[in-house]
């Protein structure tokens, strides 16, 4: 089984503070991405990575950096984390393959910010 | 990249089927159709995905006319473990440029 794992299922911080999501997968997967969901506004892309130490913005980027150090693993940052940031995180990966387009997703951040 | 469309909900009852469309009119040769189901505090799960026709698996069943620009997601017999949302996207994965879009989904609730 394909398997993708979030640091922390659940995570509080204080304003300015600098976060560190993690996400590490188990398949050798080349595609790696970050979403936050909202209610009533689905998933938005943050950002992703084809492969290792390449990354390209989503539809929001904007107050995050993403890391890809090793093909595994795919870090986004908050560099300065806002009241506006506070949301669910969902990391996912891939193969692109052609004609097989499924994304494996890992089990979610909560992150408050206060 | 193909924007799709789709009901912000639906309702129905244990036992029915329920058929969910999205439209795509701008869907492009080689772009295919993959839909997503999500429960809460999950991430989304893959459900099926197609070109053209009909597909069917062991969860769902995708419907394709021939113009490609709208396809509906056929669940059979319902229950109310398929009180969800789903989503439904377009692309093309060919070359790893494919940029996946989830968009609002439906919310599809099941009923006793």
């Known amino acids: 089984d394909v398997k993708v794992t979030q640091s922390s299922r659940y995570l509080v911080k204080r304003t300015g503070e600098k976060v560190f999501l993690e996400c590490v997968q188990d398949?050798?997967?080349?595609?790696m991405f970050w979403y936050r969901q909202d209610p009533g506004l689905g998933l938005r892309l943050i950002y992703f990575?084809?492969?290792?130490?390449?990354?390209e913005k989503g539809d929001i980027p904007e107050g995050y950096s993403v890391s890809r150090e090793k093909k595994e693993r795919f870090s986004l940052i908050l560099e300065s984390a806002s009241t506006n940031q506070t949301s669910m995180y969902l990391c996912?990966?891939?193969?692109?393959?052609?004609?097989?387009?499924?994304?494996?997703f890992g089990p979610g951040t909560r992150l408050t910010v206060t | 990249l193909a924007k799709t469309t789709q009901p912000i909900s639906m309702d129905s009852y244990e036992g029915q089927e329920v058929n969910i469309t999205c439209s795509h009119n701008n869907i492009a040769t080689n772009d295919y159709i993959t839909w997503y189901q999500q429960f809460p505090s999950q991430g989304p799960r893959f459900i099926i995905q197609g070109y053209k026709t009909k597909v069917t698996n062991e969860v769902a069943s995708l419907f394709i006319p021939a113009d490609r620009k709208s396809s509906t997601l056929s669940l059979p017999r319902v229950s109310l473990s398929d009180t969800a949302v789903y989503y439904c996207?377009?692309?093309?994965?060919?070359?790893?440029?494919?940029?996946?879009?989830f968009g609002r989904g439906t919310s599809l609730i099941v009923h006793p």
């Open positions: 996912a990966s891939r193969i692109p393959t052609s004609g097989n387009h499924e994304q494996y």
């Open positions: 398949m050798d997967h080349e595609n």
């Open positions: 990575s084809y492969d290792v130490k390449m990354k």
């Open positions: 996207l377009v692309g093309d994965i060919t070359g790893g440029s494919y940029i996946p879009t």
